[in-house]
């Protein structure tokens, strides 16, 4: 993608990277509270994963261990 002046492509990447980590910190906590409060890890991330809260971290490298056979 062309995103402007040399350099701009470079703060797009950065931005994207943010919002990722976000989205990585977001899933952990919504991972953890679900399984405190008594569910299924695996039941949690299918509830996830079919709703709005639905992202690439909570479908392709879910940060609970199991969850996920291909995660690392």
Do not use: F
Not at 65 to 70: C, K, L, N
């Amino acid at each position: 993608w062309h995103m402007g002046p040399q350099g701009t492509g470079l703060s797009g990447k950065l931005a994207n990277n943010y919002a990722l980590a976000i989205n990585n910190i977001g899933a952990a906590e919504a991972m953890n509270l679900g399984m405190k409060w008594g569910i299924e890890p695996k039941a949690l991330a299918n509830l996830i994963n079919s709703a709005t809260g639905r992202s690439w971290p909570t479908e392709i490298n879910n940060p609970v261990p199991g969850v996920i056979d291909t995660a690392p």
